[in-house]
């Protein structure tokens, strides 16, 4: 298949998006907790994007993302509060880390063939051992929070990348979702990307395909870790403090989560999936507590955040993107385009 | 070096645990031939084919491939000297469509530039032009052979492995997938290395074959000697019992 044309029904689709997301801060202006809600959504879309190269594409099942997330935010805020750094220029230090130690870890990993369930068990381990590291490392991290400086407005709130409103963090999060969008379709229809593609279905096969699976393996990892560093600097800056519970192992969960519902391998799958699911499960959070007060049933959301999950695998084991998919196409013909 | 050998294999040895799957094996490949391995069920057949292609590494012995020591060679980078194989369990990528699949292949040789034009030239060569839009997990074993081999062949290799390649495939079926590999082996000079179970293709098509039993040699020649030859017979049948 070829690379599809840049103007296409679909991309005009895209671009649509696009625009009624720029807008959409306009509208919510004053209800920061939706806004926050709205930066919150891309932010995991982002980060499961990013995961669709290493775990849709190559089929790797990595639990890693919030210790590159991790790495990344308190790379980005050690260096603003010892160095006084901006975090515009942090975030990249942070995410570079975060990508070497990814190649560090990546290089033995692949080497040595770990795939499948021992993959996700190590790749998980990571953020555990990093949250270990950082609460003991008490020069950088530590048990209690290290805030970052804080300005209010003017150029230096600015250069602390720090806001009273969730407006630019909103816009920043658009701008990584749309570079990696098109990081990921530039790969997917890419020798990189059909390699990812064959290896994630069978690695030998692919391999006397004179395809090295290795080295393939560890491109995509590099591109995951970086973009997740990235994320992680906006993240630190977003909380306004660095603790070592960043490294979360329900983060990178759910980050999987929405990569493999969005559907495996399908560019705006992730963005799908974070759409509905991360607003949806803090729709039922705010609405189930609600309804239940005293009750101790503060939990109540995730069991049924987990019953529509098993619905969706039960239903829909490549993810929601083919039933868009169709829909859309559905629609296409309904309007009588191309 | 002897320029018209294609492959050489001295000494192979492959063991699993206190089993030797592949034990002392020796024989050689010549350029433009069609080579077989046959041999009945357990003789160490695909075993010797993992190691020759690189998916499993020998005990002992040598692999000599156009005048490389291969032995220890990753398999991708045998890919890049000139070998491709397919299997005998069909190993398509299933959410692949026909058309990806041999893409794969052919990014082996060709830039982003020259690759759909490889693309479209081994569809039409396998005969899979109708099916080049379909996933590969919706297609029959009989069109699934022929990806296989148009991926292989998409990858531009001077020898080709086969691994019972007409296994599972109807009387028509075979026979065309037999003309195909004659017109591989005749019009673009591929060596073709192929290991089977079916005496009507290994017969029909192969011009010097070696026999395998227990992991080890028993006979080498052409199809007219193999046929006759007295330990194949009982590799295959059985020792004649001398009186009843």
């Known amino acids: 298949m070829k690379r599809p044309k840049l103007l296409n029904s679909k991309n005009i689709?895209?671009?649509?998006?696009?625009?009624?997301?720029?807008?959409?801060?306009?509208?919510?202006?004053?209800?920061?907790?939706?806004l926050f809600l709205a930066t919150t959504v891309l932010l995991y879309a982002v980060l499961a994007s990013a995961w669709n190269i290493i775990g849709g594409m190559a089929g790797q099942l990595d639990l890693g993302a919030a210790a590159y997330v991790g790495l990344g935010a308190f790379t980005t805020g050690t260096l603003l509060i010892r160095f006084n750094l901006t975090p515009w220029v942090g975030m990249f230090i942070g995410a570079l880390l975060a990508m070497g130690i990814a190649t560090l870890i990546g290089i033995p990993l692949f080497g040595f063939?770990?795939?499948?369930?021992?993959?996700?068990?190590?790749?998980?381990?990571?953020?555990?051992v990093f949250r270990a590291i950082f609460m003991m490392w008490n020069k950088v991290g530590g048990p209690t929070e290290r805030y970052l400086p804080f300005s209010a407005e003017g150029p230096r709130s600015w250069y602390l990348?720090?806001?009273?409103?969730?407006?630019?963090?909103?816009y920043i999060m658009l701008a990584l979702?749309?570079?990696?969008?098109?990081?990921?379709?530039?790969?997917?229809?890419?020798?990189?990307?059909?390699?990812?593609?064959?290896?994630?279905?069978?690695?030998?096969?692919?391999?006397?395909?004179?395809?090295?699976?290795?080295?393939?393996?560890?491109?995509?990892?590099?591109?995951?870790?970086?973009?997740?560093?990235?994320?992680?600097?906006?993240?630190?800056c977003i909380y306004g403090y660095l603790h070592p519970s960043f490294f979360s192992t329900d983060m990178s969960l759910e980050v999987v989560i929405l990569g493999i519902v969005g559907g495996m391998g399908v560019t705006?799958?992730?963005?799908?999936?974070?759409?509905?699911?991360?607003?949806?499960?803090?729709?039922?959070?705010?609405?189930?507590?609600?309804?239940?007060p005293g009750k101790g049933l503060e939990g109540l959301y995730l069991m049924v955040y987990a019953l529509i999950l098993i619905v969706v695998a039960l239903f829909q084991p490549r993810g929601i993107a083919p039933l868009i998919k169709r829909g859309f196409l559905k629609l296409k013909s309904f309007v009588g385009v191309k | 070096m002897d320029t018209t050998s294609m492959l050489q294999v001295s000494n192979l040895t492959v063991q699993f645990g206190s089993l030797k799957a592949v034990n002392n094996v020796s024989f050689e490949i010549q350029r433009g031939e069609i080579f077989?391995?046959?041999?009945?069920?357990?003789?160490?057949?695909?075993?010797?084919?993992?190691?020759?292609?690189?998916?499993?590494?020998?005990?002992?012995?040598?692999?000599?491939?156009?005048?490389?020591?291969?032995?220890?060679?990753?398999?991708?980078?045998?890919?890049?000297?000139?070998?491709?194989?397919?299997?005998?369990?069909?190993?398509?990528?299933?959410?692949?469509?026909?058309?990806?699949?041999?893409?794969?292949?052919?990014?082996?040789?060709?830039?982003?530039?020259?690759?759909?034009?490889?693309?479209?030239?081994?569809?039409?060569?396998?005969?899979?032009?109708?099916?080049?839009?379909?996933?590969?997990?919706?297609?029959?074993l009989a069109t699934l052979?022929?990806?296989?081999?148009?991926?292989?062949?998409?990858?531009?290799?001077?020898?080709?492995?086969?691994?019972?390649?007409?296994?599972?495939?109807?009387?028509?079926?075979?026979?065309?997938?037999?003309?195909?590999?004659?017109?591989?082996?005749r019009e673009q000079n591929i060596t073709l290395c192929i290991v089977e179970h079916l005496m009507q293709m290994v017969m029909g098509l192969s011009q010097r074959i070696v026999v395998l039993d227990s992991g080890e040699v028993i006979a080498t020649g052409t199809p007219h000697e193999i046929s006759n030859n007295q330990k194949v017979i009982e590799a295959y049948l059985g020792k004649r019992v001398t009186q009843c």
């Open chain 1, 113 to 128: 063939k770990v795939k499948e369930v021992w993959y996700a068990l190590s790749s998980s381990a990571l953020v555990e």
């Open chain 2, 36 to 140: 077989a391995l046959i041999g009945p069920n357990g003789a160490g057949k695909t075993t010797a084919f993992n190691a020759i292609s690189g998916l499993l590494f020998p005990q002992a012995g040598q692999i000599v491939f156009k005048g490389t020591d291969i032995t220890k060679l990753m398999p991708h980078k045998r890919c890049k000297l000139g070998m491709a194989r397919t299997f005998q369990v069909v190993r398509a990528f299933n959410y692949m469509t026909v058309e990806d699949v041999v893409r794969v292949g052919a990014y082996n040789r060709q830039g982003e530039d020259t690759v759909a034009a490889k693309v479209d030239q081994m569809i039409e060569l396998c005969g899979l032009g109708e099916v080049r839009q379909r996933v590969c997990g919706d297609l029959g």
């Open chain 1, 161 to 170: 990348m720090r806001f009273n409103t969730y407006v630019p963090y909103f």
């Open chain 1, 268 to 292: 705006y799958g992730p963005l799908l999936a974070a759409i509905f699911l991360v607003s949806f499960r803090e729709y039922l959070r705010a609405s189930l507590s609600g309804m239940f």
């Open chain 2, 145 to 185: 052979r022929r990806v296989e081999l148009a991926r292989a062949l998409a990858t531009e290799p001077e020898l080709l492995l086969l691994d019972e390649s007409g296994a599972g495939l109807n009387t028509a079926e075979l026979a065309s997938f037999m003309d195909l590999l004659r017109k591989i082996n």
């Open chain 1, 177 to 236: 979702l749309v570079v990696v969008f098109i990081i990921n379709h530039r790969i997917r229809y890419s020798k990189l990307g059909y390699s990812l593609l064959a290896l994630g279905e069978d690695e030998d096969a692919v391999e006397v395909l004179g395809v090295d699976s290795r080295l393939c393996k560890l491109k995509a990892l590099m591109i995951y870790s970086f973009v997740a560093g990235l994320v992680g600097g906006v993240y630190g």
């Open chain 1, 13 to 34: 689709a895209i671009l649509v998006v696009l625009a009624i997301a720029i807008v959409l801060p306009l509208f919510l202006r004053t209800n920061q907790y939706v």
